[in-house]
């Protein structure tokens, strides 16, 4: 039950990840705005009862705060930025030096940190399927700010979702075809990131299912020793004190072998 609970807040985190951006990928009407409004307050809270009960639970409110302050940010609600820009003078300065944008990434970070903690203790039992998740967030992260960054600048080829999605899959997977490429600053340097996270993930995926052969190797392996102790112990009584001796040290090899792949999950 508590991971199903983790997975609906990771999910309900990285919606609202998009839903905190969708206004500057395309033009929203006043009552789709008011549904964006009213889900992020969902998801706020929703954010917020889980803050706080793994604040209670670790023990230590003050401390948690500390190490985990940086949380509190993806509890404000996107309807503050509305609110923000309204205001003739604070709106005109936000927007003038570009800060609306830095404040929604900024709010929408912590969302996605949650998103990811909770992947690891959800999907934690199969690496492979952990790291599809990550790739697919790195992919839609990166497409969606690579978007709000060059989509309005003039003479950018990134002009359209779809080219933000390419741009991203081509960079992530390191094909870089050169067709696509951003022209900003920040866009190049979120591309190097991008660059650096799809080598990592390569590099895991291909250690990963390396470790995976292994482990399903030595998997069959065991079984073939545990069919084999079956056969003996059934027909203990008839095997020699030489056998009897052989057999306890095949059980205790497998036993440790069993112990060290449970520390290793551990």
């Known amino acids: ?13 990285v919606i609202s990840l ?22 992020d307050f969902v998801v706020v809270a929703v954010l917020g009862a889980d803050f706080y009960l793994r604040a209670r639970r670790s023990g230590n409110i003050r401390r948690y705060l500390s190490a985990n302050w940086y949380e509190l940010l993806a509890l404000t609600p ?3 930025f509305y609110v923000l820009e309204g205001q003739p003078f604070i709106g005109a300065v936000l927007r003038g030096l570009r ?17 990811f903690n909770i992947l690891t203790y959800v999907l934690r039992a199969s690496r492979l399927l952990y790291l599809m998740a990550i790739s697919a967030v790195v992919v ?29 899959l081509a960079t992530v997977t390191t094909v870089g075809y050169g067709d696509v490429v951003p022209v900003t600053p920040e866009g190049r340097i979120l591309g190097s990131v991008i ?20 482990a399903r190797h030595m998997e069959e392996r065991d079984n073939t020793i ?37 520390m290793g999950r551990e």
Request: net charge neutral; glycine share 4%.
């Open 18 to 39: 998009f839903t905190l951006l969708l206004d500057y990928i395309i033009p929203l009407s006043p009552d789709e705005l008011a549904l964006i409004y009213v889900f």
């Open 195 to 214: 660059m650096l996270s799809g080598i990592s993930i390569i590099g895991i995926f291909i250690s990963t299912l390396g470790a995976t052969m292994v």
């Open 99 to 115: 800060l609306v944008r830095v404040v929604r990434l900024a709010v929408a970070l912590p969302r996605v940190v949650r998103a």
């Open 78 to 80: 996107a309807y503050l």
């Open 226 to 262: 545990k069919d084999f102790l079956k056969k003996k112990i059934d027909m203990v009584e008839n095997l020699s004190e030489e056998e009897l001796e052989t057999l306890v040290e095949m059980i205790k090899a497998l036993n440790r072998r069993n112990s060290h792949t449970r």
């Open 140 to 168: 839609s992260v990166g497409a969606v700010t690579v978007y709000i960054l060059e989509a309005h600048v003039p003479g950018s080829k990134i002009v359209t979702m779809s080219d933000a999605l390419w741009w991203a």
């Open 1 to 13: 039950m508590r991971r199903l609970v983790e997975a609906i807040v990771a999910l309900l985190a």
